[in-house]
């Protein structure tokens, strides 16, 4: 009661995830259980690998993850991230798995890591994860079943693709770098570097532009200027407008759009409305979710300069500053920007699903353009989870890794569930001529809301789905589904349709 008198927003939140967490954690297999097929390769162990693992092994069915790093890579990119960084959308968003508690709305890298590392415990993947395993091949044998690098690893029935899309710190090489007489560091390893009271220029407008603003308020920094040749949407940290914005369930640009895009200029950039993009409208790309960019640059601690960088001198960068609406390489006005320390805010490589066979990446129909943007068209053994989208509003990190992994789960058991190669292209074509209309293309942007309406029209599209629903969408039970797929295997076994 003292807690709740104290702290009852806090209090609800931990009652609220106690409960998801009893009603649809699945069960942890006891030490040792021999599980059953189908057999899972789950392929990187980030935060959705240890998430899909969980879930599989929860409803009993055998997996082994493939880890390029060593163990102290697990968790993924959260692994490999400064000690500062932290979520940016609030944590009732990134509930990557229904056991998930966290402590804080807004969790930083430690906690991050540690919900992870908890959950690959708790579910006893360690004996079923091989680190230092880089996959470089994924072919099927004459069974249809797959192999993994070489048969020594034996066959599996499904592969999950969990690699996330930030791999390798991306550092590219700009004119004159050599000269520059301060210091220069990627955004991801700022870990025991000191800017205290020191000039800082940040290359780059994206989430990692905010992690680098994030580490010199920090440390401290006397001025931040960041440097940014695109135009991108900021939205405030605020869980309630973050789910209003995905609630778009066409996930694309409407002739409604205005309306978001208005309010927030007006009551989120207010004064600093000329940072809003002006030809690029909200639900085309994703939106860096932050507060304080807007609080530093009012406050005179940072600015922020729309432009191209054209190279480095020995006190600072080189800039070519633009006007609002001038595109990426338009006339604009040569500046020098000093600076003592550079941050290189450019991102990180996306990691290559090139180990998947040739034919998954035939046009039209090569990611991100799957059935369910995740399941390659003829494939439904084969399901990319979390490493195919380009932009969205919404989370990586929240319920769709057990419905992906409940989905491939229920195709792989059940042979009338999973959809044929024509029937997945012929999806894929609707909601191409459903966002026919949309600047971009169909599927290189969506929201959350879109993403549920995929999973609830996939389930409700075919009547032998119907009775995996409740296991499909909150993981409940198996038993009866098994059952009546038991029934049908019988009856269609009798006329002499058989599956291995």
């Known amino acids: 009661m003292a807690q709740f008198l104290a702290h009852p927003v806090v209090f609800l939140y931990q009652v609220l995830q106690y409960i998801l967490h009893r009603l649809l954690s699945p069960t942890p ?203 991108k949407w900021i939205i405030p940290r605020n869980p309630l407008i973050d789910m209003l914005l995905s609630l778009n369930i066409l996930g694309q640009e409407t002739w409604l759009s205005w309306v978001p895009e208005l309010l927030l200029k007006r009551f989120f950039y207010r004064d600093l409305e000329d940072m809003a993009p002006a030809s690029k409208g909200i639900f085309t790309d994703t939106p860096m979710v932050n507060t304080d960019v807007l609080d530093q640059i009012r406050s005179g601690k940072a600015k922020w300069l729309r432009g191209d960088v054209l190279g480095f001198e020995e006190n600072g960068v080189r800039f070519n500053l633009r006007a609002k ?67 969205a509003i919404g989370t990586v990190g929240n319920y769709h890794i057990g419905i992906y992994t409940r989905l491939l789960l229920m195709f792989l058991v059940d042979p009338l569930a999973a959809p044929s190669g024509r029937l997945m292209r012929a999806w894929i074509e609707m909601t191409r001529f459903l966002k026919s209309r949309s600047p971009i293309g169909a599927f290189d942007f969506f929201t959350y809301s879109e993403l549920i309406y995929w999973f609830v029209f996939c389930v409700a599209i075919n009547p032998f789905r119907w009775k995996w629903a409740l296991f499909v969408f909150f993981g409940v039970g198996t038993t009866l589904p098994m059952s009546v797929v038991r029934g049908e295997d019988r009856i269609r076994n009798g006329f002499g349709y058989r599956r291995d």
């Open 29 to 231: 297999p006891p030490p040792n259980a021999v599980l059953r097929r189908p057999r899972i390769a789950i392929i990187g162990a980030g935060l959705t690998g240890v998430s899909a693992a969980s879930h599989c092994v929860g409803h009993g069915f055998d997996v082994v993850i493939f880890e390029a790093g060593p163990r102290q890579q697990l968790g993924g990119i959260w692994s490999r991230v400064n000690n500062t960084s932290g979520l940016q959308i609030h944590s009732l968003m990134y509930r990557f798995h229904p056991s998930v508690r966290w402590e804080q709305g807004y969790p930083n890298r430690e906690q991050i890591v540690s919900q992870i590392t908890e959950l690959w415990k708790r579910y006893g993947l360690e004996a079923r994860t091989k680190f230092n395993t880089r996959v470089t091949s994924v072919r099927q044998d004459e069974k249809k079943r797959w192999i993994i690098n070489d048969p020594s690893h034996g066959r599996f029935d499904g592969v999950m693709a969990a690699i996330g899309a930030c791999g390798e710190a991306k550092m590219p090489h700009i004119p004159g770098q050599q000269k520059f007489k301060g210091e220069i560091h990627h955004s991801s390893q700022l870990d025991g570097k000191n800017a205290k009271g020191k000039k800082v220029i940040v290359l780059g407008g994206g989430a990692s532009a905010v992690e680098a603003l994030e580490f010199c308020a920090h440390e401290e920094a006397a001025e931040t200027a960041i440097l940014a040749r695109s135009e």
């Open 325 to 391: 609406n001038v595109p990426k390489g338009g006339p604009g006005r040569e500046i020098l920007v000093e600076g003592d320390v550079v941050i290189m805010a450019t991102g990180y490589q996306r990691p290559s699903l090139s180990f998947l066979p040739d034919e998954v990446f035939r046009e039209p129909y090569a990611p991100p353009n799957w059935y369910l943007q995740t399941f390659p068209p003829g494939h439904t053994s084969v399901c990319a989870n979390n490493c195919t989208y380009i932009n």
